[in-house]
């Protein structure tokens, strides 16, 4: 049977850690060559780089690109190495950051740092994207990782639903934008994941956050990246041939029926 990927050729911001490291991974599983575009290569819990971890264990092609996404530049590094492989044909806009705040006193300089990264990095990301793959004739994808923060206000995160709001009517609006270059653009919105992100940056994992949290979720569960991964491959591949400007929830069923 055909891979899912096979002949694509993917960049994923963020790929060294977490949900893009499991998206970078399970791409290479299905078929794809991926180049990792981050600010660092070691895992921030530890292991083997992405990249060589598809290297050693794939038959897929695989690099590491040091970029920082809020650095149109070096998402143009990372899209020329990708282009080693072949044509740009997916982008995975997944690098991001999340805290808890308080709204009224929250600093103009930590306002920017996680809009730039949230949202102005979706945004570089895409334009360097959508220009490649236009230049090229490819018909390829775009994904944008929101949250359910993009789609539901918490009090304790105004700046992150502020962006992933932007993230997914960006994503709507970029679909409108590439639709007739035949290029699809789709957003993952997923509830808490397993990543550092909940276990260092705002802890839940192993917390009564967490037993809170999952109460509401019919799953009863938090995601595991893979969750999330599994997702990501469907919108890449031919399956979601037909699939531009969705928001797929990813959330165990928390937005619509917790
Ligand atoms: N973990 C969750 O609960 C959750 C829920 C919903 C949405 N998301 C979204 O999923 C995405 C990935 O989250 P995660 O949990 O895997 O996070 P993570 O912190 O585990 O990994 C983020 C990765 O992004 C990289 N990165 C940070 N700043 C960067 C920059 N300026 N340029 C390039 N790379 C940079 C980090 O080095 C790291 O490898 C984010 O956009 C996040 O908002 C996460």
Do not use: W
Request: with cysteine; hydrophobic share 40%; net charge negative.
């Amino acid at each position: 049977m055909a891979e899912l990927l096979s002949d694509a050729v993917a960049v994923v911001t963020g790929g060294s850690s977490g949900v893009g490291r499991e998206i970078a991974l399970q791409f290479a599983s299905h078929g794809a060559d991926v180049v990792i575009a981050d600010i660092q290569s070691d895992p921030r819990t530890g292991g083997t780089p992405t990249h060589e971890k598809i290297n050693t264990e794939t038959d897929q092609q695989a690099d590491y690109v040091e970029s920082d996404v809020t650095d149109k530049s070096s998402l143009e590094s990372a899209v020329d190495v990708a282009e080693t492989f072949g044509p740009l044909s997916v982008m995975v806009n997944n690098a991001g950051m999340f805290r808890s705040e308080d709204v009224l006193t929250l600093s103009e300089s930590d306002y920017d740092q996680l809009m730039d990264l949230n949202v102005k990095g979706v945004f570089f990301g895409s334009q360097v994207a959508g220009e490649r793959m236009r230049s090229t004739g490819t018909e390829g994808c775009i994904i944008n990782l929101s949250s359910v923060a993009g789609l539901q206000g918490s009090g304790e995160h105004a700046s992150y639903c502020t962006a992933k709001g932007g993230v997914r009517l960006f994503t709507y609006a970029l679909a409108d934008a590439l639709g007739s270059d035949g290029i699809r653009v789709n957003a993952l919105h997923p509830g808490f994941v397993e990543t550092a992100m909940t276990t260092e940056d705002v802890p839940v994992v192993g917390t009564d956050s967490e037993q809170q949290y999952n109460a509401l979720v019919p799953l009863g569960r938090l995601a595991q990246p893979e969750d999330v991964a599994n997702c990501a491959v469907f919108l890449a591949s031919e399956l979601a041939s037909y699939v531009t400007g969705e928001s797929l929830l990813v959330d165990g069923g928390l937005i619509n029926c917790g």
